[in-house]
């Protein structure tokens, strides 16, 4: 009787474990095997056709995605990792570092269409009604969170010894902390930021009523922009065979740009990027 | 090699040339903590934003907005979304969304927990770090791909085959009506979702259980346990808060998803009994709708659906990461 209530309970587990495993693998294969047959040069070389008409690419959307991530990098790194600087190395323990890491964490799970109405109502107005920049201040503020959560657990990695050594030789603590901690740590804050970097760049919800879109080449700040997971929901939603095909190709682009990120963050971090310091 | 008494002093020498270190170490923290601040700034933010632009709407309606409907003149049947007259009931939109989560977890939970029991209890080493990894992957993928895939395989999917099947044979429950022909509708946004949420359920999961002490899974099996009973006894019994976390963290997730939920919903405000009917939710009227909204009432009404979205998640999460953290104090922080 135990022996079978053991047995059956083994047999669940292993069974959700394969009904979690397969739609990934349906949703993969699928996507390369539509993405694939759709991709061609001229996906990466023109802009889009008029509506109903057959051919024609998603260059401006590459590049609007280009400019819209390096402008909420613009934003978010730099506040991000200074947040991750002052809850390891300043506010370790304080009434206010838990409160800051809290709060992150929480905001972390606010939804990203929030973010969009919130600036929205803060950039967007008559004078400028859509725009590049309000898009990357949406996709920036949504960085932030995260950033700074990966920097204090890497800058947690380095050893107390490495910030006393430095200490001890009568270097000032700013420097202590950016040329030996953050240093030592860099591989790792790196590898955090291109994790957020792949979340915000899938990022379609915040958009839609942002950078809007635009079917032209666009790289003003004050004008709408293109973006790859703003052309994907267009075209998915669209009547037309032929921008249901492109839609998976930029799907495939865009999940190939991701996963590529992850991977690379999961192989640094499981070599152990802090084997020379410790 | 140089002496190092000549070197340390090189250093000193070298760092007393940049001036006053104490003026300098004062600033940069306090640059440092004017950075970590911004998070509080970021959420005061969105929240002074929000009423900001949705007083409009608040003035008009107050609490009704989430509660009221109205009767169309024509058809005498009830409606609540219709922004060219001025109604707005934000009504089936939460019934949306929480129809739509509460599915998504019924599917999601017990399959997440069953994969953390697998991941943490019974796979082989080898299989750990790849089925892990996969898992992770699941978690990367943007929403509006779950989107994709959810239009083109799934919906003709449940369309073709499953709704069918539900109807047959649970047509009598009154949950599943065949009067959507297409397929679109709370049963495909619950399937999608729960795809979307797994991972992070299992994940965490997988962390609570990782943080109780190995000694408690010997003591059990000491007193002559079967492996099952181990886990039962030893393992998730103790875990139990931080898995009841891990679902509320879920449930977070899938009440502010967008635009999967969107893509597949079928967006029509409405409220019915059938799983299988068409509906929208808090976050699907607002991506379709907000870039053209009719009138600034009819914002403001989006505005506020989102300002409810909002508080209705901080509360979520606030809760979810204090059951999580009164289990793995004291394990490493991750984050998801």
Same mark, same amino acid.
């Given at each position: 009787?135990?022996?079978?209530?053991?047995?059956?309970?083994?047999?669940?587990?292993?069974?959700?474990?394969?009904?979690?495993?397969?739609?990934?693998?349906?949703?993969?294969?699928?996507?390369?095997?539509?993405?694939?047959?759709?991709?061609?040069?001229?996906?990466?070389?023109?802009?889009?056709?008029?509506?109903?008409?057959?051919?024609?690419?998603?260059?401006?959307?590459?590049?609007?995605?280009?400019?819209?991530?390096?402008?909420?990098?613009?934003?978010?790194?730099?506040?991000?990792?200074?947040?991750?600087?002052?809850?390891?190395?300043?506010?370790?323990?304080?009434?206010?570092?838990?409160?800051?890491?809290?709060?992150?964490?929480?905001?972390?799970?606010?939804?990203?269409?929030?973010?969009?109405?919130?600036?929205?109502?803060?950039?967007?107005?008559?004078?400028?009604?859509?725009?590049?920049?309000?898009?990357?201040?949406?996709?920036?503020?949504?960085?932030?969170?995260?950033?700074?959560?990966?920097?204090?657990?890497?800058?947690?990695?380095?050893?107390?010894?490495?910030?006393?050594?430095?200490?001890?030789?009568?270097?000032?603590?700013?420097?202590?902390?950016?040329?030996?901690?953050?240093?030592?740590?860099?591989?790792?804050?790196?590898?955090?930021?291109?994790?957020?970097?792949?979340?915000?760049?899938?990022?379609?919800?915040?958009?839609?009523?942002?950078?809007?879109?635009?079917?032209?080449?666009?790289?003003?700040?004050?004008?709408?922009?293109?973006?790859?997971?703003?052309?994907?929901?267009?075209?998915?939603?669209?009547?037309?065979?032929?921008?249901?095909?492109?839609?998976?190709?930029?799907?495939?682009?865009?999940?190939?740009?991701?996963?590529?990120?992850?991977?690379?963050?999961?192989?640094?971090?499981?070599?152990?990027?802090?084997?020379?310091?410790? | 090699?140089?002496?190092?008494?000549?070197?340390?002093?090189?250093?000193?020498?070298?760092?007393?040339?940049?001036?006053?270190?104490?003026?300098?170490?004062?600033?940069?923290?306090?640059?440092?903590?004017?950075?970590?601040?911004?998070?509080?700034?970021?959420?005061?933010?969105?929240?002074?934003?929000?009423?900001?632009?949705?007083?409009?709407?608040?003035?008009?309606?107050?609490?009704?907005?989430?509660?009221?409907?109205?009767?169309?003149?024509?058809?005498?049947?009830?409606?609540?979304?219709?922004?060219?007259?001025?109604?707005?009931?934000?009504?089936?939109?939460?019934?949306?969304?929480?129809?739509?989560?509460?599915?998504?977890?019924?599917?999601?939970?017990?399959?997440?927990?069953?994969?953390?029991?697998?991941?943490?209890?019974?796979?082989?080493?080898?299989?750990?770090?790849?089925?892990?990894?996969?898992?992770?992957?699941?978690?990367?993928?943007?929403?509006?791909?779950?989107?994709?895939?959810?239009?083109?395989?799934?919906?003709?999917?449940?369309?073709?085959?499953?709704?069918?099947?539900?109807?047959?044979?649970?047509?009598?429950?009154?949950?599943?009506?065949?009067?959507?022909?297409?397929?679109?509708?709370?049963?495909?946004?619950?399937?999608?979702?729960?795809?979307?949420?797994?991972?992070?359920?299992?994940?965490?999961?997988?962390?609570?259980? %990782? $943080?109780?002490? #190995?000694?408690?899974?010997?003591?059990? =099996?000491? /007193? *002559?346990?079967?492996?099952? +009973?181990?886990?039962? &006894?030893?393992?998730?019994? %103790? $875990?139990?808060? #931080?898995?009841?976390?891990?679902?509320? =963290?879920? /449930? *977070?997730?899938?009440?502010? +998803?967008?635009?999967? &939920?969107?893509?597949?919903?079928?967006?029509?405000?409405?409220?019915?009994?059938?799983?299988?009917?068409?509906?929208?939710?808090?976050?699907?009227?607002?991506?379709?709708?907000?870039?053209?909204?009719?009138?600034?009432?009819?914002?403001?009404?989006?505005?506020?659906?989102?300002?409810?979205?909002?508080?209705?998640?901080?509360?979520?999460?606030?809760?979810?990461?204090?059951?999580?953290?009164?289990?793995?104090?004291?394990?490493?922080?991750?984050?998801?």
């Amino acid at each position: 009787m135990r022996t079978g209530v053991d047995g059956l309970a083994t047999s669940l587990a292993v069974l959700s474990t394969v009904l979690v495993v397969v739609p990934l693998v349906a949703i993969f294969a699928y996507l390369i095997y539509k993405g694939a047959s759709s991709l061609n040069i001229s996906f990466f070389t023109q802009i889009p056709k008029p509506e109903g008409e057959l051919g024609g690419g998603m260059a401006n959307a590459i590049v609007g995605s280009g400019v819209l991530l390096g402008l909420a990098s613009l934003i978010g790194v730099p506040i991000g990792i200074s947040g991750g600087i002052f809850l390891a190395e300043f506010g370790r323990g304080t009434k206010l570092a838990n409160a800051v890491r809290f709060t992150a964490d929480v905001l972390n799970g606010v939804p990203s269409i929030v973010m969009g109405i919130a600036v929205y109502a803060l950039i967007v107005t008559p004078r400028m009604p859509f725009s590049a920049l309000s898009g990357g201040v949406a996709l920036g503020i949504m960085m932030i969170p995260t950033v700074t959560r990966t920097t204090e657990e890497m800058l947690l990695m380095v050893p107390h010894a490495v910030r006393e050594a430095a200490l001890a030789l009568g270097v000032p603590n700013w420097r202590s902390v950016l040329s030996i901690t953050v240093r030592t740590a860099s591989p790792g804050i790196i590898t955090g930021c291109m994790l957020a970097f792949a979340r915000v760049a899938g990022e379609t919800a915040p958009l839609i009523f942002t950078a809007f879109g635009n079917s032209n080449w666009s790289v003003a700040l004050n004008q709408p922009i293109s973006a790859l997971p703003l052309e994907i929901y267009r075209y998915a939603i669209s009547p037309y065979d032929d921008q249901h095909r492109q839609a998976w190709a930029a799907a495939l682009v865009l999940v190939v740009l991701i996963v590529a990120a992850v991977s690379l963050v999961r192989f640094v971090t499981s070599r152990g990027t802090l084997k020379g310091a410790s | 090699m140089q002496p190092p008494v000549a070197e340390v002093s090189a250093i000193r020498g070298f760092l007393l040339s940049r001036g006053n270190s104490a003026i300098a170490d004062r600033g940069f923290r306090w640059l440092m903590v004017f950075c970590a601040l911004t998070i509080f700034g970021i959420v005061v933010l969105i929240a002074t934003e929000l009423v900001r632009s949705s007083h409009l709407t608040w003035a008009r309606f107050g609490f009704r907005f989430f509660f009221s409907e109205f009767v169309n003149p024509d058809t005498k049947l009830p409606m609540y979304w219709d922004p060219v007259n001025g109604h707005f009931s934000a009504l089936p939109f939460v019934f949306g969304t929480l129809v739509s989560s509460f599915l998504s977890l019924l599917l999601a939970v017990p399959l997440a927990i069953g994969l953390a029991v697998f991941l943490t209890e019974m796979c082989p080493r080898w299989l750990r770090g790849p089925l892990a990894f996969v898992t992770e992957l699941l978690a990367a993928i943007p929403s509006v791909i779950y989107g994709l895939w959810a239009m083109f395989v799934l919906v003709p999917l449940l369309r073709d085959y499953v709704n069918p099947t539900l109807v047959k044979l649970l047509g009598w429950t009154g949950f599943f009506n065949d009067d959507n022909p297409t397929g679109l509708g709370f049963l495909a946004a619950g399937v999608i979702l729960a795809i979307m949420i797994l991972p992070i359920i299992s994940s965490l999961t997988r962390e609570v259980m %990782n $943080a109780v002490p #190995g000694s408690q899974r010997e003591a059990v =099996l000491a /007193l *002559g346990a079967t492996r099952w +009973e181990m886990i039962r &006894v030893g393992v998730l019994r %103790n $875990a139990r808060i #931080g898995i009841v976390g891990a679902i509320i =963290l879920g /449930l *977070g997730r899938a009440l502010g +998803e967008t635009m999967a &939920v969107t893509m597949v919903i079928g967006n029509t405000p409405q409220i019915q009994r059938s799983l299988l009917a068409s509906g929208a939710s808090m976050a699907s009227v607002i991506a379709n709708e907000y870039a053209e909204a009719a009138n600034d009432l009819h914002l403001s009404a989006l505005t506020e659906i989102g300002l409810a979205l909002f508080i209705v998640t901080i509360i979520v999460n606030a809760l979810a990461r204090l059951l999580v953290w009164a289990v793995t104090r004291g394990a490493p922080a991750q984050v998801h």
